[in-house]
């Protein structure tokens, strides 16, 4: 992957990069549609791991929009004191579609490219107003909960690609919004591609880049479901992955638990699973460099411990979801 | 003022910039409103003079978000040809915050800097989140009329200020957009700043850097009174101002109408009518550049009239607006 980077880095180490799954903050069945609850419970907990000596209590909104039904913006403004306050720990949040963009890509065909079909141009105008809207209402999630996000469009960053793989992706700006004490908020956006006009760059690809410019600590998957498992969860007897190894040739094995069977992750249930060996794949390759990858389940307690950090000393015993770390 | 800015220039000629301004597409006085019927007005012209062929019966849609109360799609999106369509004709749109954006820049003191300081960096997370909001707003009415609008925020750009004057602004995407035949709408927003660390980048400002980079055939502002007033245009007897010339050194004059008396714009006259002497100066050193711009109101004929161009011919004496041009 051919990368026209600036090469600025960033001031002080990244403590994590958050991906947020579309499935986890999204009503997967209802176009459009966030599943509040879910979106309050994650945003509050990102705020607990990041933003030192925080309570739901003392938070300090940075949302000022006027809410509904309302006229005027929110009264908490005038409860700012204008002291100096610490920055909260540096970490960047991409999340995914779900529920928005997917519908206006795969109807228009967007990641096939061709923008002179009046279907595709259409498209990526609709897919980008979907995924932008969605964009904005995490950011709005994480300021009420005083956590100082600043939306960035992968577009308007000016990232691309070729052939559908990442070729520029200037990170420079992502770089200064950490360094100047924000949380950039990206997501899987559509791009202009130089050979077949224009694609979907996803947030997987996204975090893959940015774990491999930034290094942070470790990475947290925050999805619907506890972490992989060795065949659609729905199934009975299907077993959780608690932790995979990645080698040095790139090739990952289950750790734990010793299975007695191979496990065999099959393109059926590739499909079924949305994409659980892609999923693996990917937190392989951000594993390999010696970044620890936490896969868990959005809005519950074990997510609170991924995102703490904790697990980078071992995963204790009660923690469910799948670690995959790099073994020399 | 110093530019770092990558050589990239567009294939094809920019026709227009419009300018958006705040106060015609949202409630002065009620925050963060929209005028809808104002906004759909405007998009409705730049429809009209921009995109070929078009009738608000053909139009193809562009923005397929689920519509208020409904669950489903809009049903037009399987009427799509998937014929190649002539491209629009260029232009860039750059809008304002009118009662977006302004209280929460105005309450924390954003444009005077100091991140430090919790409420100048909640009011800088919260100016964002509101101007991008409209933002959002403006590129669906825009697609809604079929014209491939794509949000562009400055500060995702990477564009940022050194004392509050430009300083980066790589207009490179804004060209790549252009050239891939969509429509950039950019605005006001907060930025970070070398100096004072943030500050707030003006419409305007961006609108005359645009101009000095892409060479635009003309310039129209569409505001919410009729053009430049000798005072303040609800005092009896003001005096629209038809023509300005902008001379070699930067003066300028009006032409037309021959007053009797000479116009002062007093100091006064700027701080009632919106900063009608900064609108002037500014409208002059695009001028300068040998553009045209016209100011006029958003939403009535002499828009429509602006907006397609036949001005550069000759004002007609039916036309209300202000017109200021280079006379060499």
């Known amino acids: 992957m051919e990368q026209k980077n600036k090469t600025v880095s960033p001031t002080k180490r990244l403590r994590c990069i958050v991906k947020l799954g579309g499935a986890a903050i999204t009503c997967k069945n209802k176009l459009e549609t966030i599943d509040e609850e879910n979106l309050k419970e994650v945003s509050s907990h990102l705020r607990q791991a990041f933003v030192p000596d925080s309570t739901s209590a003392n938070v300090l909104g940075m949302d000022w929009s006027k809410r509904q039904g309302q006229s005027e913006a929110p009264s908490f403004i005038n409860d700012f004191s204008d002291q100096p306050v610490a920055d909260s720990e540096s970490f960047v949040v991409v999340h995914g579609a779900g529920s928005f963009g997917h519908f206006q890509a795969s109807k228009s065909g967007v990641h096939k490219g ?65 360094d100047t004490g924000f949380v950039p908020v990206l997501h899987g956006d559509a791009v202009l591609d ?66 007695e069977d191979t496990i065999e992750f099959t393109v059926a249930s590739h499909d079924t699973t949305g994409g659980m060996v892609t999923k693996i794949t990917e937190a392989a390759m951000i594993a390999k460099l010696g970044i620890d990858v936490y896969i868990t389940k959005a809005g519950t307690d074990h997510s609170v411990k991924a995102l703490s950090g904790i697990l980078k000393g071992g995963i204790p015993d009660d923690w469910l979801g799948t670690a995959i770390r790099y073994m020399r």
């Open 194 to 259: 130089t050979l077949q006009e224009c694609t979907i760059l996803s947030g997987d690809v996204i975090i893959r880049h940015l774990a491999a410019e930034l290094k942070p600590e470790f990475v947290v998957f925050l999805t619907d479901v506890l972490g992989v498992y060795d065949r659609p969860p729905v199934e009975s007897g299907a077993v959780l992955i608690r932790e995979i190894a990645v080698h040095e040739d790139g090739s990952w094995s289950v750790v734990k638990p010793k299975l």
């Open 114 to 178: 061709g923008l002179s079909r009046p279907l595709v141009k259409a498209g990526f105008v609709a897919t980008r107003i979907s995924v932008t809207s969605l964009n904005l209402e995490i950011v709005k999630a994480l300021a009420r909960e005083g956590i100082p996000s600043i939306g960035m469009s992968p577009f308007s960053c000016g990232w691309s690609t070729c052939q559908r793989n990442m070729t520029e992706a200037d990170i420079s700006m992502v770089i200064k919004a950490i």
